[in-house]
């Protein structure tokens, strides 16, 4: 009974530590007593279900946990096991199993976190606990994204997955004897597909309708071209949707469960930004973020204000990497895109470029300041948000305006391209301050740079949600580019540190 009374004791104090006078602190939480009995047997129910949280039940040892409230069990076992599994469970279901930083050198969230004594305060306090349990996951398309990984882990029990061949490029009015396999994959995706005509090999138009609505819903240029993102999106089998849907219901357990009345939210994984005002969604966008090699990353930061007719100062690692090989072969291939030379990142000395031994430069070791005028061609465009991360990222205006007509939307160095940043600064000032749009287009009209202050700030949310739920509920895919979701669902499975 020593062990019994210390552990009592140990938990009194925790209650103590947060001021509770509960009952609990008397006596035990988990064992002992009706009630105690209730609360265990209703968090055992919570954990044999942590599967449709994406969490595995074995992860919390219930095993174990039903041997220590079966007959017979040292009471003082099960108090700190079942209290050991109701913090872990409690925790991850809440505010994420994996600490998202470790996930990924492109994750940098102040990601939510619980008091653990405060949970078990709670737990002795709940008059209702099995609700207090239900209470404790995020809201919003939460409930949602839990109900498609019932119906995809029920789908693959009962779905066959055909395999789309790579090849060529598939065009349409192309006869091509992937076709056939086309049309059965198609169908495997609950897709309405029309019925082949004599010629079974014929790309002909009805299919190809189908298939532009299929990389619609997935954010792929809708050409109806299969090609090798097409394929490759097709051929992602159920149990890596399975995943995604699992890596993004963590993901938004990261994320404040309350963003806040006022805050721009930025989704790398399908491309939008939406600007929320007062609980309300004022602004949506198209938004065009990083590539494969230079992923957006996932922060939290604040935004403040915007500046007209920015400089660009090029990063080293573009300016070794993709401006390098173009000055060995001209040292003035810059020149007519508004490009200056400087001789270091602490003044404004300029430099001649052919004064330069490029080939002598290494590219890892870019020694020299690039920095681009303002003007039609600058990379920033005319409007520039800046906001603190240690990315160097931001969001701004682009001269490219035509790749927001693209589906994948994956064409920067990390930053976010606006597609229409005078319509969102609108919206944030919202006739306050004397703010007028049109006085804004005469400043970036006459070269002027300007600075401009939000009334107040607006938070800062970049995430990478490669599944959302649409307005009806129904799961909207997009394809997982980064990769980023399956490093989350091999994070999760690790053990505990």
Request: hydrophobic residues 40%; glycine residues 8%; neutral net charge.
């Amino acid at each position: 009974m020593t062990r019994y009374r210390f552990l009592l004791g140990f938990l009194a104090f925790l209650i103590g530590a947060v001021g509770s006078t509960s009952s609990f602190a008397g006596e035990p939480l988990w064992v002992g007593s009706d009630p105690a009995r209730e609360r265990a047997e209703a968090l055992l129910a919570a954990l044999r279900s942590a599967s449709a949280h994406g969490l595995e039940p074995g992860w919390y040892g219930v095993a174990e946990v039903e041997k220590a409230l079966s007959p017979g069990a040292d009471p003082a076992i099960a108090e700190e096991l079942i209290t050991t599994a109701f913090v872990a469970y409690a925790s991850d279901v809440s505010t994420g199993r994996v600490r998202a930083n470790r996930v990924d050198g492109n994750i940098d969230i102040q990601q939510r976190q619980v008091d653990r004594m405060l949970l078990l305060k709670e737990a002795a306090d709940a008059t209702d606990f099995p609700a207090y349990l239900a209470s404790l996951p995020p809201k919003g398309d939460y409930p949602a994204l839990q109900k498609a990984l019932a119906t995809w882990r029920d789908k693959r029990d009962k779905t066959a997955f055909t395999p789309l061949p790579g090849g060529r490029l598939l065009r349409p009015g192309m006869t091509d004897p992937r076709v056939p396999l086309l049309r059965t994959r198609l169908a495997e995706l609950d897709l309405v597909v029309p019925e082949a005509g004599p010629a079974v090999d014929l790309y002909d138009d009805k299919l190809v309708a189908v298939v532009k609505a299929y990389q619609e819903t997935k954010g792929l240029t809708v050409d109806g071209i299969i090609g090798a993102k097409t394929t490759q999106s097709l051929n992602t089998s159920i149990d890596e949707r399975i995943g995604q849907i699992v890596a993004n219901l963590e993901r938004r357990r990261w994320l404040p469960e309350d963003l806040g009345s006022r805050y721009v939210l930025v989704n790398a994984g399908d491309y939008s930004m939406v600007f929320v005002d007062g609980g309300r969604r004022v602004f949506e966008s198209l938004v065009i973020v990083g590539t494969p090699k230079d992923p957006t990353p996932e922060i939290q930061s604040v935004m403040r204000g915007f500046q007209t007719n920015p400089y660009w100062t090029v990063p080293q690692s573009i300016s070794g990497e993709e401006y390098l090989p173009m000055l060995r072969r001209d040292p003035y291939a810059l020149q007519s895109a508004g490009f200056k030379l400087f001789e270091n990142w602490q003044d404004n000395t300029e430099l001649d470029p052919a004064s330069v031994d490029w080939n002598s430069i290494h590219p890892k070791a870019f020694p020299y300041r690039i920095r681009q005028d303002p003007g039609a061609g600058n990379a920033l465009g005319y409007i520039f948000f800046p906001f603190n991360n240690r990315y160097g990222i931001y969001m701004h205006d682009t001269a490219n305006r035509w790749l927001f007509t693209e589906g994948s939307r994956n064409f920067s160095h990390g930053c976010i391209r606006l597609q229409n940043p005078l319509d969102f600064v609108e919206k944030v000032f919202d006739g306050r301050s004397g703010f007028s749009k049109e006085r804004v287009r005469q400043v970036i009209a006459s070269a002027q740079q300007a600075h401009y202050t939000f009334p107040e700030p607006v938070a800062l949310y970049v995430t990478y949600r490669t599944v959302t739920a649409g307005a009806d509920g129904t799961p909207l895919f997009r394809d997982d580019v980064y990769g980023r979701d399956r490093r989350v669902v091999r994070e999760m499975a690790k053990p505990r540190s």
